[in-house]
């Protein structure tokens, strides 16, 4: 079991970049798939990239696609969303979130989760 702690989050002006970070705590981490949602105000919750095992083995929502990247540190326990030309449909609070298992872009499927941290875009 993992305990993760997000930061990293606050405002930007579109087209500019935030990188979140993702510590976690307890054994094991390099067996979790690595995953990042967000939600916005009376929205779902949306998937928008994950990691595996393996540092080449990423997915993303089409619209992110291009603009984050989602990167591991095993050594240091920590996940990282990098977010670039930032655009107000961005804004929300950024979750990340671990499973053990196969890929999935479903938040249901993931078990652990952090306490989420605020992106707010201003246009």
């Known amino acids: 079991q993992v305990q993760l702690v997000e930061s990293g989050g606050g405002l930007v002006q579109a087209g500019g970049s935030l990188r979140l970070s993702c510590a976690a705590a307890g054994r094991g981490f390099s067996r979790y798939i690595m995953g990042w949602f967000r939600q916005a105000p009376g929205k779902e919750r949306e998937f928008v990239g994950l990691?595996?095992?393996?540092?080449?083995?990423?997915h993303y929502a089409d619209s992110v696609k291009g603009r984050f990247t989602v990167s591991r540190d095993d050594a240091k326990n920590t996940a990282y969303l990098q977010m670039n030309n930032l655009k107000p449909e961005d804004t929300a609070v950024y979750y990340c979130?671990?499973?053990?298992?196969?890929?999935?872009?479903?938040?249901?499927?993931?078990?652990?989760w952090g306490q989420g941290t605020q992106v707010t875009v201003a246009s």
């Open positions: 979130a671990a499973k053990l298992g196969g890929y999935s872009t479903l938040w249901a499927t993931y078990n652990e």
């Open positions: 990691i595996g095992w393996s540092v080449d083995s990423t």
